[in-house]
């Protein structure tokens, strides 16, 4: 790869300026060490080839956890111009709404570790029994139709919620209320709808996760209590997205633009980076089956979210709306979403790639909930499992910087098999129990894989994050428990 | 560069940033085909004993070769989470530069048999190419973890 030529802008922000085919520059979000990593990393040439998309609109942009995906790199954002631009599967990803959902709760730290710990080992095991996380794994007392399918891809949070999994108060909570409209089931294919059907309720493996943890620290006070956090509460994270729907969804119109790519006599500078136009048939065809992928990933964590709270209920014998389990906000970090921006003086659509990158909406925001709306959207940063997570709130320089986004979370340093070597003789699961830590998971492969020095520090990656202006920290996360498809 | 051999030395795992790299070779682009379906499914799923066998014909198109092997093995994961079938062994009968057709013998999944090693997302087409040097054949994937 030829030697990447970056402008330092100012302490976190750089510039790959416009040179051959791009149409607008790369801007990085990072640090002097982290660039210097960078220059031999496969995603600046990533950065740079999703400068040259038809319709891109500012910049190609890299979030600091920024490393090679699929077409994009992962922690990348592009806006295109809803008239004269792309869409592209390669700028949302195979898992289509991966997010994060944070619940809080009203039980203290001491309530769970206070004595012994067998209130946390309890609670793990009965996450553990009562989730599916596993391949193959489906608890057998939920049965969804196809027609429930094409519902709930329609419906989203909400069509799982009716059937008494959650409260609807659960859905304000969700981004975009639990589900994007102009979502069309007639639009994913039949294999798309049998690799979901019995993946409906399921975790997955590799980095998917449900963590209990506390509020180990709070920034700002004000906002933590807007958002109902409060120091040493437990608070459970959920990470995982639209499972085998998604990943086919995904397949399916890669595909479909290959043969798109082909006819319009195309020339990818990746064959992930297939794309169609954003108002052509196959562009609105796209856009329909991602937001049914992203809906039924939103009920997904909704039925996991139930599941979480039947947990709670069993082991403290207690209602959970009285445990005062709430959601404090579920969004997506693996979407296209249509959005307005001030560009050039004019308010234009445009469509936002978000690959490995997250939403962030400042104060007074039309898209937010009017609970947040005086305070910003919280943005749910989550780290490795043996250190910690973050709770940010988004900032009004997102709006004029980064098209409402921010980073997703700490990216990977270690490839699978030097973590997996690094892993060799150790007793992973004993040594973060040693650190207060317990982890079930449903893999041994996985949890070495997934070993906290595996990934970048998070806090580093929040750091340049909140240096740029994008966002605010709030709260910092400790986890007791982990638990691993 | 570290590499490390998986199964029988059938294939070869690469570095990758975050999912994982598999190099399948062969001196028959046949041969490349099965050992890349074979490496997918060891990176899933242990091999099992007293397996149910189960035999299908598989009819794939594509562009191209390079996509001819990217669309094979995401059928071999299509068998598998829809129907449980671990790609065991098959006979090509036919292979061009855009279709296959094949008979291939899978084995039926069972949680007692097998244990389950990971989740593969999907097969990318990531940097998808077959080469062919001094009569050997060689392409590399990615999968998505």
């Given amino acids: ?84 631009g792309i869409i592209s599967p390669g700028g949302v990803g195979y898992d289509i709404n991966c997010g994060v959902r944070l619940l809080r709760t009203n039980i203290s730290k001491e309530a769970v570790l206070g004595g012994q710990s067998h209130v946390l080992d309890a609670l793990i095991d009965r996450l553990f029994k009562n989730i599916p996380s596993g391949v193959g794994s489906s608890r057998k007392d939920i049965q969804f139709s196809k027609a429930d399918l094409d519902d709930i891809a329609l419906n989203g949070a909400k069509q799982v919620i009716e059937k008494g999994y959650g409260f609807l108060e659960d859905l304000e909570h969700i981004e975009e209320g639990g589900a994007i409209s ?204 043996g250190r910690y997570s973050y709770v940010l709130v988004g900032t009004a320089k997102t709006i004029s910087d980064t098209f409402g986004t921010v980073c997703h979370g700490a990216g990977r340093l270690m490839s699978r098999s030097q973590a997996v070597r690094s892993s060799k003789g150790r007793q992973i699961v004993n040594e973060l129990r040693e650190k207060g830590i317990i982890v079930r998971g449903a893999s041994k492969a996985t949890i070495n894989e997934e070993i906290p020095e595996a990934y970048k520090d998070v806090a580093n990656v929040v750091d340049i994050v909140e240096g740029a202006g994008l966002a605010k920290r709030v709260a910092k996360l400790h986890p007791l428990g982990v638990i691993k498809g | 560069m570290k590499v490390a051999h998986g199964k029988g030395n059938n294939y070869t795992i690469i570095p990758h940033a975050s999912d994982i790299c598999i190099e399948v070779q062969g001196s028959t682009i046949k041969e490349v085909f099965k050992k890349g379906a074979i490496a997918l499914m060891d990176q899933m799923i242990s091999k099992g004993k007293n397996e149910r066998t189960i035999v299908r014909h598989i009819d794939i198109k594509a562009p191209d070769k390079d996509l001819l092997f990217v669309y094979w093995l995401q059928e071999m994961l299509y068998q598998f989470y829809v129907h449980g079938y671990i790609y065991n062994r098959s006979r090509i009968n036919k292979l061009t530069e855009t279709e296959l057709k094949a008979i291939v013998t899978f084995n039926k999944f069972s949680p007692k048999k097998h244990k389950v090693k990971r989740e593969i997302k999907a097969v990318t087409h990531h940097d998808v190419n077959i080469m062919e040097k001094n009569n050997k054949y060689t392409v590399r994937f990615v999968i998505d973890i």
């Fill in chain 1, 182 to 385: 102009g979502a069309n089931p007639d639009n994913v294919s039949k294999r798309a709808k049998e690799r979901g059907h019995d993946q409906l309720g399921t975790l997955g493996s590799g980095n998917h996760f449900i963590e209990v943890g506390f509020v180990e620290e709070i920034y700002d006070q004000e906002i933590a209590r807007a958002f109902g956090l409060n120091q040493n509460n437990i608070i459970v994270l959920i990470h995982t997205g639209s499972r085998g729907y998604g990943y086919q969804i995904c397949d399916d119109y890669i595909r479909l633009l290959q043969d798109y790519a082909s006819k319009q006599h195309i020339l990818l500078p990746d064959r992930q980076l297939v794309w169609a136009y954003f108002s052509s048939k196959e562009g609105q065809q796209y856009f329909s089956a991602m937001k049914a992928a992203a809906n039924f990933a939103f009920a997904n964590r909704q039925l996991i979210t139930h599941w979480v709270r039947e947990s709670f209920e069993q082991v403290f014998k207690e209602r959970a709306d009285k445990l005062g389990i709430h959601i404090v906000y579920d969004v997506a970090h693996n979407i296209a979403k249509e959005e307005t921006y001030l560009i050039n003086g004019k308010q234009k659509r445009v469509i936002v790639h978000r690959k490995g990158a997250t939403r962030a909406f400042p104060a007074g925001h039309s898209g937010l909930p009017e609970s947040y709306l005086k305070i910003g959207q919280p943005v749910l940063i989550p780290g490795d499992m």
């Fill in chain 1, 1 to 84: 790869m030829k030697d990447i030529n970056l402008k330092q802008i100012d302490e976190f922000k750089w510039e790959l300026p416009p040179e051959s085919d791009m149409l607008v520059p790369g801007i990085i979000y990072a640090d002097k060490k982290m660039i210097d990593l960078l220059q031999h990393d496969e995603s600046i040439k990533q950065v740079r080839n999703v400068a040259m998309l038809p319709g891109i609109v500012g910049a190609s942009i890299a979030m600091p956890d920024i490393h090679a995906g699929y077409g994009f790199p992962i922690g990348g954002v592009g806006a295109f111009d809803v008239e004269n």
